[in-house]
């Protein structure tokens, strides 16, 4: 039988075994999505970084409508752009977007991010849910002051992104992302009343309304969702592997290595990138026609024993740490020193302040969102 996504994983730090397996025997292969839909998944660690970047491939299909799809998600489900102008279009966003999240202006941020993180530190009683009392609230807090996004709406349009992300009901989807995109709508009227230092004011006389309510709530999205994600499983990850958290807290420079090895390793649906194909064209072997649904799995990609010896093994001293969590090539992500920075700062300040951190259930325990695109947790106990 064809195998179908999502994987299962026995533990919610593991790779699954089917995806093991399968990229054991080669980088690409025959599958079905979560909805029944034809793909090809691609695995190797050199053909998803090859892939990512060919504009052979892209987001948009020339019969919308009728595209494969890998969930029901409206915002990463299907196919998104017009299909004639996806390159262009993209181009101009990224040059839109690069001069607000260059790393330049991220460093000039990062006392923005310790402070908000030591207040959320400060704020923090034993035991406590690592996910509630910070891995949530501060990349919220964060993007809302670059966007110039108010705190205090949070729980509306965390509610909003929640639905976004599902990946099992595309009209519940559908209706958060709609929810979103009229929420940034005013926002905007708001700015262009009162504007302020932040994002959706900037772009206020460079780009139509339409558009900053647009980017401005996918970077909502996107710039919190897989931000909290990360810190979650970052710290699962470091609990979970004892000698490593208490590695950092006696040697803290390793903390650039830390964040490294904690972006390469979880297995999560994030890495599960869509793509369709813009003509026709072969890969590794397989046939690929315009229009097919392409799956590039940086899961397995970021686990290519040729490219990472002993890939299941969690080290912080890891060298040459080329991992594609983030995208490759002209598709790679915009916020990536934004979210880097965000990982260095809470991990920082966490082996500073809580050496004696530790989980309070077994990790074994601890259960993912496998209906959400981000695929988190639901909680993380811990002590300190």
Not at 152 to 161: A, L, M, T, V
Not at 236 to 249: D, G, K, P
Request: net charge negative; hydrophobic share 40%.
């Amino acid at each position: 039988m064809t195998p179908q996504l999502p994987f299962p994983a026995e533990h919610p730090l593991e790779v699954p075994p089917l995806l093991r397996a399968l990229a054991a025997q080669g980088p690409v292969h025959r599958v079905r999505t979560r909805v029944g839909h034809e793909a090809l998944l691609v695995t190797g660690y050199e053909e998803v970084k090859k892939y990512l970047s060919d504009e052979r491939l892209g987001r948009s299909h020339p019969d919308p409508a009728n595209a494969a799809r890998t969930g029901e998600s409206a915002l990463f489900g299907g196919p998104r752009g017009g299909f004639e102008t996806e390159l262009e279009e993209h181009a101009r966003m990224r040059d839109r977007l690069q001069p607000h999240f260059s790393p330049k202006r991220m460093r000039a941020f990062t006392p923005r991010v310790e402070a908000l993180t030591d207040q959320l530190i400060d704020a923090m009683t034993s035991p406590a849910d690592l996910c509630e009392a910070l891995a949530l609230p501060l990349p919220i807090l964060v993007i809302c002051e670059l966007l110039g996004v108010p705190y205090e709406d949070r729980p509306q349009f965390r509610e909003w992104s929640q639905q976004t992300s599902d990946v099992t009901n595309r009209e519940l989807s559908e209706q958060g992302l709609f929810a979103l995109y009229g929420y940034g709508q005013e926002l905007v009227r708001r700015k262009r009343k009162e504007p302020g230092d932040d994002f959706i004011s900037r772009m206020i006389d460079t780009v139509s309304d339409d558009e900053i309510a647009m980017l401005s709530m996918a970077m909502l999205f996107a710039g919190h969702e897989t931000t909290v994600v990360a810190i979650e499983l970052g710290a699962l990850f470091l609990l979970e592997n004892r000698s490593q958290w208490e590695l950092l807290v006696e040697r803290p420079e390793l903390i650039q290595g830390a964040v490294d090895e904690m972006l390469r390793m979880p297995a999560d649906a994030i890495g599960v990138i869509p793509r369709y194909a813009r003509t026709d064209l072969d890969i590794c072997g397989a046939a690929v026609r315009t229009g097919d649904l392409i799956v590039l799995d940086t899961t397995a990609a970021n686990h290519d024993a040729e490219a990472f010896p002993e890939p299941d093994r969690f080290d912080i001293t890891r060298e040459n740490a080329h991992h594609i969590a983030f995208g490759h090539g002209l598709r790679y992500c915009i916020g990536a020193p934004l979210a880097r920075i965000e990982l260095r700062v809470v991990f920082s300040k966490l082996v500073e302040r809580c050496p004696g951190l530790r989980l309070a259930m077994p990790a074994e325990q601890i259960e993912r969102q496998p209906d959400k695109l981000t695929s988190g947790v639901d909680r993380l106990p811990v002590t300190f």
